[in-house]
C-alpha cells in the first residue's frame, strides 16, 4: 500500500467520540478520512464510490452496520469493510464476515489493531 496516496476512509459511526477521534488517527496513519453519523448519511454522500474501505459500526439506529452492507452489495458497491462493535456476539461477527466484511474489530481497540486490519485489507 502506498500511503502517499491518501485512500479515503469512511467511518459511519452514531457515536459522536469514535466519529470524532477515530478520522484523527486514521489521518495520522496518513489516510484520508471522512466521518458519517449514520448509514442514510453516508449513502447520501459524494463519498460512496470514492471510499476504499469503510470503517462502519455495526449496532446503529435506523439502518444498522450489517443492513448498509446489505444495502451496498445489493447497489453493486464493493467496497471492503471493517467491522467495529462493542457487542463481543460471535453470530454479528459471523454473519458480518459470511456477507462479505474483511475484519471484524471489537471495541476498545488499539491504534495498531486497526492499522493491521487496514493494511490486510487494502492489500
Known sequence: MNITEHPLL???????????SLPD?????????????SAQEFLSSDSVDETKCL?????????????LQQELTRRGHKVPIIFITAQKD??????????????????????????EALKETLK
Open 10 to 20: 469512511s467511518v459511519v459511526d452514531d457515536d459522536e467520540s469514535v466519529r470524532e
Open 25 to 37: 488517527l486514521l489521518r495520522k496513519l496518513g489516510f484520508a478520512a471522512r466521518a458519517f453519523s
Open 55 to 67: 470503517i462502519l459500526d455495526v449496532a446503529m439506529p435506523g439502518m444498522t452496520g450489517l443492513d
Open 90 to 115: 460471535i453470530n454479528i461477527r459471523e454473519q458480518a464476515l459470511r456477507q462479505g466484511a474483511a475484519q471484524v474489530l471489537y471495541k476498545p481497540f488499539s491504534a495498531a489493531a486497526l492499522l
